[in-house]
């Protein structure tokens, strides 16, 4: 059986490509959810998925996620959220509610 060097750890173990290092960065991250909010994908006043299926779907670490949300946050793009509550995107100022 081969495998591919790619998929070895350093102690010679084979691992899965799951568990490879992620190339998607913070800034990765908060780019496409400001573009979704440019878009008008995420509107003011909706809620962004949780952390956890935001670090899912980017294939990131929740950590990733949430510098990713203190960018935007300090965009003031993002509402600020309570301890297990998903943030949500800011109203614009002057602009009426959701």
Known sequence: MSVDPEHVSAT???????????RVTSRVVADTLR?????????PGERLPTQAELAEEFGVERGTVREALRILRVERLLAGSSQGSP???????????P
Not at 87 to 97: D, E
């Open 87 to 97: 943030a949500t995107v800011a109203v614009p100022p002057g602009a009426v509610g």
């Open 12 to 22: 010679g173990r084979k691992r899965s490509p799951r568990s490879q290092p992620s």
């Open 35 to 43: 573009t979704r909010i440019d878009t008008g994908v995420l509107r």
